[in-house]
């Protein structure tokens, strides 16, 4: 479905026969000859997925799979590695390494196509959010973390609580992480708000697979659990069900079992992507706190306050509230800067943010509009409780020196405040962000031109 | 599994059976014996899904959705009404009020439990990433957005294209949306990448079950549509394939033809999340851009640049290039400030920073990292190309005069700049990003003593 796939064997044979598969998936190939070549192709076209032979001539398959990471846009791309016979030692290795999956030959077509479609679902979705149109992403995101070392929560659920316990013990033997055991048989819900596991490990077969299938459905569907991966680990003989899994989208899928060693690999690997993904969520939310407020005082912006206030007056279109808008700006602030110089302007204005951060309640909302101008918004207020939260903002700064760099004696420093209020059915014209900012800068005139140091009322404002 | 699901049902009987149903699969059952009731109930304690009776008394099952509506933190909350007997112009009031479902009894509890998942999943997943710890979305994120009339691409896929552009023909009536039709007996891809369709209707039964399941697992997984919505639509009695679908992931999964009204409703659904995820993307790349960039010079800020000189450093571990960094400063900006003001202040920041970027390649990092204070990160370079760079970037400065508010005359200001190159195995001491950053402070302070307008490479730097 138009997504790339490069194809990398030394035997032409087996190039064309998955290319004919591929293709007939109507996906697009681009293949290679060697594991040199393929670095070089995979560099300059850019893959969605990797599909290589784990025998390639001259590099070994963990090396090969090493050298795709190391190249940057590479780094997440889904790997899978075809095996002719099974070999544990380089399963390992390419597991290590950074493959997503080693298959052995023969693999079922569904299978191989189901892997395929279940990695590219997983690669595409959890890198979307930050890639960029050009490709690449937006400034660091999405950097594969290769080594966390993190323990983490697992929980192992089986047929019974003592096959669960029997995994457990196979797992727990060499390892840092934290397990907990559960039987589907028994009827307790397998997630607790306090422990929430960081990856689950599903044990079923064909035999309870209705029963697998609905687990899965409900850990990627309950917000405590979504953004857990899953690991089936399926019996054998169980392709169809695998397919299942993997287009429901399972993590992972293991037919057969896997060795200790394969597992805890393969479990590491889930870890990383858990982990790899909250550091990104982390990075998002923090570089949007950054984004709406003001690196200097921390007051919120005008990129907020403006959206702010446009969706407060679109609330109060539903209900009976009116709100305050004030805009409240440093008297003679020049000065400041003229005669202290810039460090005790600034210093002025965090002095001045935090006073009225202080004097405000906790829905109101306190942005830095301008070098030295504030706008205030209140909402659920009338107008005779404005009139009392202006006047006292005004008389809190008059009445608070602030200690500034370059001076001995602490600063005395003035706001002025022009006021509008905003309320449904208030009669007035319909009020627009434009409007109420407007009328408070008027406000605002007037009590600079009435001699600064105070708080007026908008005429026009709804009462 | 711990989701809360609100139950409300005149009818305590209907209450205890759902409530039964819904405590063995593990969810939080909470209940309203009324629609009022539900709606006090809902907003207080916010449940991450609402299944109603579509009959409360006093209340049109309409105007009971769009009360939740209402209530902010459930603006996007899955809803899904229970009709005791299937009734069109209901079905269709509710659709369009907001309801995700309306199911028609008696629903069978796999049929029930999978939607719920289904829904949960969606909900979950679309909004997770601007969900705040206390509940309630990051700054207006994933507000819904009900007034999207924009039309949409619909892709319809039947069996055969003559069946596919009959149900065309029947929902292309009376619609604004452009329709594309294919058959799945067709060999071709039903995406192309200049007309991604914006949501998919998939028409199939339980004879090309297998054929319907890997194209909605094909369409999950690819970059293209993988965000796209799909609706299935399905055959009579086929619900056992219907839970299979809602848990891979489709969108909305109709049994049995509905009629062209109900069908073009769930497609405006559909369409609205899709326009509401994309607004959301949107949105968050264009904080994160915020968050990056000095609003004044639009450089970039502190904050992106000290992360990319730490990448930059990592990744030259690996290569054999070597780079070099540069602070440049404005020499005796303080006097502009102070005679001309801070708006020519800002103008001249404006001006150094548009000329800087102009004689820079596209690979460098321009960075605003103080009030007069820039930082330059030029990749891929050598001592001697840094310094052409450098001389070049301070004579231009130099050569190129300022016209600035509140004074007629151009202003000519210069730039010193400190330069130290990082390069792998220099034999100096492991680069970070503070020493290299010391080291350019160090020769900058170098080039402001010995007269400015200069560049001055650090000595200790690798050559």
Redesign the interface.
Known sequence: ???KVLIVDDLATNRIVLKVKLS???YEVVQATSASEALAIAASTRP?LILASAHLSGMAAADFVAGLR?I?PLSTTPIILLQTHSCAHDRHAALRAGADDILTKPVQEAVL??R???L??QH??SY??TRQPGGGH???FA?AQREFQIPGRIAIVARSKPEALALQGMMSHSSQHQFSAYGTDQ?M?????QQIPDVYLLRFGQADAEEG??L????????????CPVIALLDKNTSSLAV?LL???ANDVIIGLADREELALRMANQLRHKRNSEQM?AQ??S??????VD?LTGAY?R??AL??LK?LIE?TH?SEESFAVMVADLDFFKQV??RFG?AAGDRVLCAVTTQLRAHLREGDMLARIG?EEFLIITPGTNRFRAQQTADRLCQMIHQTPIAVPGTSAPLHVTISIGVTMARHNSGCEAHTVDLLLDQADRALYLAKAQGRNKVTFCARSAA
Chains 1, 2 share one sequence.
């Open positions: 479905m138009s997504d007939a998936a109507h969605d190391k940057k196509l189901a395929l479609r279940n590219l679902r595409h979705n979307d959010l937006f400034f660091g950097e009827a819900p397998i997630v607790s708000t299938l609905r899965l459905a409900e850990l990627k569907a309950a917000q405590l659990t979504h953004s299942t287009d429901m989208g969520r998002l939310l570089g949007l706190q950054a984004a709406v690196p912006n990129r907020y959206p702010f969706q609330d539903q800067n003229d810039h070098g």
